[in-house]
């Protein structure tokens, strides 16, 4: 299977694009890229062809699917794009910045027959499904509470532009344990409560911490830190954490503890080195299987909505200092 | 000599008469109990005189400074009556069950012309005030958001009051608290809570566990778990500012592990690891309020202190009864005591 990737702007394209060398049936056949350097970077690390317009890479034929990492809020025309261009696409996520940009991504990938998937690569993180089977097999007895967090160090460029990512932290990394408490509980998030600031670094135009405290259609409840609270002397980028309180015991996860501890003398540093590969692999197999099989993808279009408007509903939150019930359910529960 | 009356000999009570006996400038002349046997035994250890009538001790001439340990709901009356004696006061935290209580002890004290101060004992946990001393002098740049958890067995398995909510408040008012008096301290007043927890929502009797997010006015965010449903006691904290972050875990500070080679007896002991210091927490805590009170100056701890940490606690818990955010008016959070 031919496959491209549309921008490496999100600093995730360069793992996909290591996992697909690493795939012997997936041939990466073209990059596009507006930032010529990186394209060029891109082009000369993975293979391919460049293209300065994506819209020239989908005239491609022979093409069957698309990885776009673009800046979040252009999700939605290279989406639409792609989808006109009969291509099977693997968003990243945060799927969109607003529920309309989401909805005409969903709608216009079912209308052009192409699969639409969101890249939720912590579904396919060992330690998270280990900590599902656990939850699954009742190990806790009956699942109460979440308390979450997904701490990072300040991502670089566009991330903190609310023009480009919709957002800060909060819609950087709400929506990874958003997916995972809908998929591991198999239930909407209907609340959501939220704090929302910039303290870490003054001066940049979005928010850098935040706290939300988030309900369940179940009755549970659960936490999550989704701060850029990370210093820039922390030995890692940082991290996702899960402990789930239920009524027989209390399963705590992390995601990214798999390192060993590296002190280097001449960076002046320490640092962890992971030593796994994480989900990115298994990922991106399920993506194209499901396009070989012609089935759905694992995580669809509307997992990615879902999960986006937890996001907006914590900024909401956050004005208003008040809880504030998720659209996308009621949405659903009218339909 | 500050001589010292224990009311109440359960595990506090015993923990208290330790430092006291440790304390060069102290001595436990008196220890009440309604239960006898458990007054006199530890009244033996320490050379001190039992009795089951609490009047008797704190009324006794030789008594200076009375250390309340029984149950909460019992704090008052005999704070109050301490004070009426002319005695000064250490109540364990948290203060009392209620605001009205409180505020009570904080006036019969006051009135009375003796000091009151309550066990709010994290801020004389070294690495806790260690952290105090490093954000006062800027450690961490403009404080962003902060992390506080406090974790432990249930314990209503050993001491069947706390699991009552009318007494102990749960896990909220009894363990929490204590993290919210030291974001307090740390931080200032609090500008908004919210919170939920498990013995609100549960649809069967659960160990008991809480989440709050705090807003503080000086404009810090934070975070606060507390648990009566873990297997044993751990507790962290973590404060990201703008230059830096500081963190603590009491599970990645242990410096002496005791392991014995299993047998089948031993699988099922628990062990306990510990952080070994010249001087505990607790014996820190109280050497602090007897200087104050051979010194006339005003505790750290202050009653008025952990009115207001109580009255955070009970916001919290508010919270997560009507499940809306509690809101201050002027500094003060509005709390309806009926509520609580």
């Known amino acids: 299977m031919k496959v491209g990737i549309l921008s490496f702007a999100h600093v995730h394209a360069q793992g996909y694009a290591r996992c697909l060398a690493a795939m012997p049936d997936i041939e990466l056949v073209a990059i596009a890229d507006d930032d010529e350097t990186r394209g060029a970077t891109a082009v000369a690390q993975f293979g391919g062809e460049w293209y300065a317009d994506y819209r020239d890479l989908l005239a491609h034929d022979d093409l069957a699917a698309v990885i776009i990492s673009s800046p979040n809020a252009l999700h939605r025309e290279m989406v639409l794009a792609a989808a006109a261009a009969g291509k099977h696409v693997l968003c990243e996520k945060p799927l969109a910045t607003t529920r309309p940009d989401a909805l005409a991504m969903i709608e216009g990938c079912r209308a052009h027959g192409v699969r639409l998937m969101t890249a939720f690569p912590m579904r396919f993180s060992p330690p998270v499904l280990a900590l599902r089977t656990a939850v699954q097999a009742g190990e806790v007895g009956t699942p109460r509470a979440v308390m979450a967090t997904n701490h990072g160090t300040m991502p670089p460029g566009w991330f903190s532009d609310p023009a480009l990512a919709g957002g800060g932290a909060v819609m950087d990394h709400t929506v990874h344990v958003a997916d995972l408490l809908r998929w591991i509980f198999g239930c909407e998030i209907t609340r959501v409560y939220a704090e929302v600031d910039t303290r870490i670094h003054p001066g940049i135009p979005t928010d850098d911490v935040a706290l939300l405290l988030m309900e369940l259609e179940n009755g549970m409840f659960a936490s999550l830190d989704p701060s850029w609270a990370r210093p820039a002397t922390w030995p890692t980028w940082g991290g996702l954490t899960m402990d789930v309180v239920g009524d027989r015991g209390v399963v705590a996860m992390n995601a990214f503890n798999q390192t060993l501890q590296r002190y280097d003398d001449r960076a002046g540093r320490y640092s962890l080195i992971p030593w796994v590969e994480g989900g990115d692999p298994a990922m991106l197999r399920a993506f194209f299987d499901a396009i070989e099989h012609d089935a759905e993808p694992p995580i669809t279009g509307e997992d990615g909505l879902h999960a986006m408007e937890v996001a907006l509903c914590a900024y909401e939150s956050a004005k208003r200092h008040e809880p504030v019930a998720c659209p996308g359910v009621l949405a659903g529960a009218a339909a | 000599m500050i001589q010292i009356a224990i009311i109440g000999a359960g ?75 002319g005695k000064h006061v250490f109540c364990e935290k948290p203060i009392a069950r209620t605001i009205a209580d409180a505020r009570a002890m904080v006036a019969a004290c006051e009135r009375a012309g003796v000091l009151l101060s309550v066990g709010h004992v994290v801020r004389f946990f070294p690495e806790y005030a260690r952290i105090h001393t490093l954000l006062k002098g800027d450690a961490v740049g403009t404080v962003g958001v902060a992390r506080a958890a406090r974790l432990n067995a249930n314990p209503a398995l050993a001491r069947s009051w706390y699991g009552n909510p009318e007494w102990s408040g749960g896990v909220i008012v ?88 299993a047998s089948e007896e031993d699988v099922a002991r628990v062990q306990v690891p510990s952080s070994p210091l010249l001087e505990g927490p607790y014996q820190t805590e109280l050497r602090h309020f007897l200087a104050a009170v051979e010194a006339g100056t005003s505790p750290l701890v202050t009653g008025e202190e952990a009115v207001r940490s109580l009255t ?29």
């Open chain 2, 11 to 85: 595990t506090m009570g015993a923990i208290h008469a330790q430092s006291c006996h440790n304390l060069p400038n102290a001595t436990v002349t008196w220890i009440a109990d309604e239960d006898e046997g458990r007054a006199a035994t530890l009244a033996q250890a320490y050379n001190a005189r039992a009795t089951t009538d609490v009047d008797t001790a704190l009324g006794a001439a030789d008594v200076d400074v009375v250390v309340v340990t029984v149950p909460t709901p019992f704090h008052r009356a005999i704070t109050e009556r301490a004070a009426a004696c």
């Open chain 2, 174 to 261: 009894d363990l929490m608290i204590h993290d919210l008096d030291t974001l307090r301290w740390y931080f200032g007043e609090v500008e908004r809570v919210y919170a939920r927890s498990l013995s609100s929502t549960a649809l069967q009797p659960i160990s008991d566990y809480a989440l709050a997010v705090l807003r503080f006015t000086n404009g810090v965010i934070a975070h606060v778990e507390a648990s009566w449903a873990h297997a044993s006691f751990r507790s962290s904290i973590e404060i990201a500012g703008s230059a830096g972050l500081l963190r603590h875990a009491s599970e990645e500070s242990n410096t002496i592990r005791i392991e014995h080679t």
């Open chain 2, 312 to 340: 955070l606690a009970l916001a919290v818990l508010q919270s997560t009864r009507t499940g809306r955010p509690i809101h201050a008016t002027n500094g003060v959070l509005q709390i309806a005591e009926d509520a609580v």
